[in-house]
């Protein structure tokens, strides 16, 4: 493949938003009211959007007859570049709120930058989802401190959550290969500067909300190159269940 | 945990500038700012709207059914309340 950077580098951003999409999706009538699961999913909603504009140009790239559906849902679990943190379970709504702004944080930053990328396309597609990340953003913040500051167990759980998630945090501002070349081609975002800021929002939001911030300075990584938890395994067998299934199905 | 159901809000949503706010439903929320995030979620998700007024259910005081005669119905023979003797120029949409 002639992009083969740019490709995997399209891979990378997107698989994020595939996999916490799938992962929001899963509250599908079974968030924990009405009200919030509508929410939920509605974010799950905003995020495959996002990755069927990142699919489609990946497709192009890679010019060899495969569509977004075939690059979204045919992968082997190696072959997904998502962040750890993005395939972690809802394990409760405090977990499954942890994930979400512990990610937005980060996303809204990145896509922040990504607006400036000398590819257009790209660029074109960041400045479309910042609005919606904006939203996301804002949703879980806002849950972070209204479940922190709750009551008693409420904040014993958003902080059990936060700690059990924080050693996913680093991977986030890791760099691949593709990611180096294309942060020199002026494409890429250089996510380690973005690292100080994110750790100083995050520390001023949880401090806010009552919470403390985790002091574990030992990190988990690999999502970026293909090596994950046991989580994405089962996650993938149900988004990909219908194409292994029934090979070439349309709606 | 606590089964307690959040308190009930009902929710006006205005779908275009000049135009009045309309109820649309209702729904639950612990305070007014949850109201207006889940609002949003729940009424505009379609692009539905560009303003949404969210009011506790228990602040609006209702009319009592049993008393509709004596409320509604001496207006129903006074035609001349009705200002269907004018021409309405065709200028004013919305009357």
């Given at each position: 493949?002639?992009n083969?950077?740019?490709?995997?580098?399209?891979?990378?951003?997107?698989?994020?938003?595939?996999i916490?999409?799938?992962?929001?999706?899963?509250?599908?009538?079974h968030?924990?009211?009405?009200?919030t699961?509508?929410?939920?999913t509605?974010?799950?909603?905003?995020?495959f959007?996002?990755?069927?504009?990142?699919?489609?140009?990946?497709?192009?790239?890679?010019?060899?007859?495969?569509?977004?559906?075939?690059?979204?849902?045919?992968?082997?679990?190696?072959?997904?570049?998502?962040?750890?943190?993005?395939?972690?379970?809802?394990?409760?709504?405090?977990?499954?709120?942890a994930?979400?702004?512990?990610?937005?944080?980060?996303?809204?930053?990145?896509?922040?930058?990504?607006?400036?990328?000398?590819?257009?396309?790209?660029?074109?597609i960041?400045?479309?989802?910042?609005?919606?990340?904006?939203?996301?953003?804002?949703?879980?913040s806002?849950?972070?401190k209204?479940?922190g500051?709750?009551?008693?167990?409420?904040?014993?759980?958003?902080?059990?959550?936060?700690?059990?998630?924080?050693?996913?945090?680093?991977?986030?501002?890791?760099?691949?290969?593709?990611?180096?070349?294309?942060?020199?081609?002026?494409?890429?975002?250089?996510?380690?500067?973005?690292?100080d800021?994110?750790?100083?929002?995050?520390?001023?939001?949880?401090?806010?909300?009552?919470?403390?911030t985790?002091?574990?300075?030992?990190?988990?990584?690999?999502?970026?190159?293909?090596?994950?938890?046991?989580?994405?395994g089962?996650?993938l067998?149900?988004?990909?269940y219908?194409?292994r299934?029934?090979?070439?199905m349309?709606? | 945990?606590?089964?307690?159901?959040w308190?009930?809000?009902?929710?006006?949503?205005?779908?275009?500038?000049?135009?009045?706010?309309?109820?649309?439903?209702?729904?639950?929320?612990?305070?007014?700012?949850m109201?207006?995030?889940?609002?949003?979620?729940?009424?505009?998700?379609?692009?539905?709207?560009?303003?949404?007024?969210?009011?506790?259910?228990?602040?609006?005081?209702?009319?009592?059914?049993?008393?509709?005669?004596?409320?509604?119905?001496?207006?129903?023979?006074?035609v001349?309340?009705?200002?269907?003797?004018y021409d309405l120029?065709?200028?004013?949409?919305?009357?």
């Amino acid at each position: 493949m002639k992009n083969e950077n740019l490709y995997n580098y399209i891979l990378g951003i997107a698989d994020n938003s595939l996999i916490l999409g799938q992962r929001m999706g899963e509250l599908c009538g079974h968030g924990p009211t009405l009200e919030t699961d509508i929410a939920c999913t509605n974010i799950s909603l905003d995020l495959f959007g996002q990755v069927r504009s990142y699919f489609q140009y990946a497709a192009k790239i890679a010019g060899d007859g495969r569509t977004e559906d075939d690059i979204a849902m045919l992968r082997k679990e190696r072959e997904y570049k998502n962040v750890l943190l993005a395939e972690q379970p809802n394990t409760n709504f405090a977990y499954t709120i942890a994930r979400h702004f512990l990610f937005d944080v980060y996303h809204f930053s990145f896509l922040n930058e990504l607006q400036k990328s000398s590819d257009l396309t790209l660029s074109a597609i960041a400045n479309k989802c910042i609005k919606e990340v904006s939203y996301h953003e804002r949703f879980s913040s806002d849950w972070v401190k209204r479940l922190g500051d709750g009551t008693e167990e409420s904040n014993q759980k958003m902080q059990e959550a936060i700690n059990d998630l924080w050693t996913y945090t680093d991977e986030l501002f890791h760099q691949t290969e593709a990611d180096k070349v294309m942060v020199e081609d002026g494409v890429g975002v250089d996510v380690t500067k973005l690292k100080d800021n994110y750790y100083k929002s995050v520390g001023e939001l949880l401090n806010k909300a009552r919470l403390n911030t985790p002091e574990s300075k030992w990190f988990q990584k690999g999502g970026k190159i293909g090596i994950h938890t046991e989580h994405l395994g089962y996650l993938l067998a149900d988004l990909q269940y219908m194409q292994r299934t029934y090979p070439n199905m349309e709606w | 945990m606590s089964t307690k159901n959040w308190p009930l809000w009902e929710i006006f949503v205005r779908s275009k500038n000049g135009l009045e706010h309309r109820h649309c439903g209702s729904l639950h929320a612990s305070d007014a700012e949850m109201a207006l995030e889940n609002a949003r979620d729940v009424y505009t998700r379609r692009n539905e709207g560009v303003s949404i007024w969210v009011v506790e259910s228990k602040h609006i005081t209702a009319s009592n059914p049993e008393n509709n005669g004596e409320l509604f119905e001496p207006a129903q023979d006074k035609v001349y309340r009705h200002p269907t003797f004018y021409d309405l120029p065709d200028e004013v949409k919305h009357m």
